[in-house]
C-alpha cells in the first residue's frame, strides 16, 4: 500500500511570502507551476540547469518581482542545501529530472543521476533546512504494463525500465524521509500531459507534440498500430494546479501518493479526429506496423487527488488541444 495514514495529523497551510522553490522551472511542467504559483501570489524561487528547460519558457515569470530564477544542477553536490538555506523555503516542487524513458533506458547512470540522486538531494536539504513539504514529479510509469483499468494507486506497482523504477525508488525514498523526520511528502504520479511548451522536435517527444509538429508543418504524421491504443491525458495547466495544490493544501497524511490523470480513456484515432477538424488540408496519416513492447491502454483513477487534494482536471482533450494550437503560434487554416 503506498498510502500512510495519521490519524489526527493535520498540517500547515503554506504562506505567500515563504517561497515555494520549483526545480525544473524553466521546463515544460515547472513553467506553468511556476506561472500558476505565482497567480496565486506566492514568491517563488525557480531552479534549473537548462540542460532540456529553455528561459523563454518562463518570459512573464522573470518580469514577476516575486519571481527568482537561479541557474544550477541539483544533482550538484550541496547545491539543494545551499539554496534551501538561502531562501528558507515552505515547500519544495521536484520537477528536474530525465524525462524520455528512452534516454533513461540509454544512458542508466544519468537516468540514476537526474530520478533518483537528485530527490536524495532534495530530501537531505528539505530534512536539514526544515522545509515543511516536498511535492515529487512521479510517473504513471512506475505501473508498468496494467492490464486492470483504470490504475488506482492500490494496483501494485511494476515498473518495466529504468525511468520507472527510479521513479518509484524515489517515491520509496521520500516516504522513508517522511516517516523518519519532521517532512511531508506528496508523489504525485502524472499520466500523459501535453499542452504549450512541450517539445516537439525531438524523438523522445510525447505523441501529442508530434502530432502539432507533424500536422503543423505540413509533413503528416505517423500512426504505429491501429490507433486503437489509449492513453488518459491531462492538460499541462490542470497539472500545474495538481502541484500548487500539492505544496498549498494543508493534508491529513504525512505521505500521499496520488494519480494526476483525467480518469479518461482517450485513443490516438480520437486524438486524429480533433487535429483532423483543425486541419482539414493534412495528409492523412501515415500507418505503420505497431511498435513492440509500446503499452496499449492506460488510464488512472482520479479518487485520491481529489479526496486529498480537491484537484480535478478541468480541461477536455478538444480544448485542450485548441488552446496548445493557440499558444504555439500556429496558424490553423493552413
Ligand atoms: N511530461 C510528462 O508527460 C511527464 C509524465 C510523468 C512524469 N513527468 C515528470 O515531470 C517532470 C517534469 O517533466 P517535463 O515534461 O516538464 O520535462 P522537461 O524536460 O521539460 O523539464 C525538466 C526540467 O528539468 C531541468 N533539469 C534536468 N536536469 C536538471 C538538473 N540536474 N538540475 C536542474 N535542472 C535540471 C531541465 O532543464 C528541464 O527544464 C519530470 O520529473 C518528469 O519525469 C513528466
Not at 7 to 17: A, E, K, R, V
Not at 82 to 104: D, E, K, M, T
Not at 208 to 233: L, P
Not at 274 to 280: C, E, K, Q, R, Y
Amino acid at each position: 500500500m503506498n498510502i500512510r495514514i495519521n490519524n489526527g495529523f493535520q498540517s500547515n497551510t503554506t504562506t505567500l511570502d515563504q517561497p515555494i522553490v520549483v526545480t525544473g522551472a524553466a521546463g515544460f511542467i515547472g513553467s506553468h507551476t511556476t506561472d500558476e504559483l505565482l497567480s496565486l501570489g506566492h514568491r517563488v524561487v525557480g531552479v534549473d540547469d537548462l540542460s532540456t528547460g529553455r528561459i523563454g519558457n518562463l518570459g512573464e515569470s522573470m518580469r514577476n518581482e516575486r519571481f527568482e530564477f537561479v541557474k544550477a544542477d541539483v544533482a550538484g553536490p550541496e547545491m539543494m542545501d545551499w539554496l534551501c538555506q538561502r531562501y528558507q523555503p515552505a515547500a519544495i516542487i521536484h520537477l528536474a529530472g530525465l524525462v524520455s524513458v528512452v534516454a533513461a533506458q540509454e544512458n542508466p547512470g544519468r537516468n540514476y543521476r537526474l530520478n533518483l540522486h537528485a530527490t536524495q538531494q532534495v530530501a537531505e536539504a528539505a530534512r536539514s533546512c526544515g522545509v515543511s513539504r516536498v511535492v515529487f514529479a512521479s510517473s504513471a510509469a512506475t505501473y508498468g504494463n496494467t492490464l486492470a483499468l483504470p490504475v488506482s494507486e492500490e494496483t501494485p506497482t511494476r515498473p518495466e525500465g529504468l525511468y520507472g523504477s527510479c521513479k518509484l525508488a524515489s517515491e520509496h525514498l521520500l516516504q522513508g524521509y517522511a516517516s523518519s523526520f519532521d517532512l511531508e511528502v506528496v508523489c504525485l504520479r502524472y499520466f500523459n500531459v501535453y499542452g504549450s511548451r512541450q517539445t516537439g522536435d525531438s524523438p523522445y517527444a510525447g505523441v501529442i507534440s508530434k502530432f502539432v509538429e507533424g500536422f503543423s508543418s505540413g509533413n503528416g504524421v505517423t500512426v504505429f498500430g491501429d490507433g486503437r491504443q489509449s492513453r488518459d491525458f491531462i492538460h499541462v495547466r490542470d497539472v500545474a494546479r495538481a502541484n500548487a495544490l500539492a505544496a498549498t493544501v494543508p493534508l491529513e497524511l504525512r505521505t500521499l501518493v496520488a494519480n494526476v490523470c483525467t480518469g479518461r480513456q482517450q485513443s490516438l484515432n480520437e486524438v486524429l479526429s480533433v487535429f483532423g477538424n483543425l486541419f482539414p488540408h493534412a495528409p492523412a496519416p501515415r500507418r505503420e506496423t505497431a511498435r513492440r513492447g509500446e503499452i496499449l491502454h492506460s488510464c488512472g483513477d482520479p479518487a485520491i487527488a481529489k479526496r486529498h487534494l480537491g484537484f480535478q482536471a478541468r480541461t477536455t482533450l478538444d480544448e485542450g488541444l485548441r488552446h496548445l494550437i493557440d499558444h504555439s503560434g500556429i496558424s490553423i487554416s493552413a
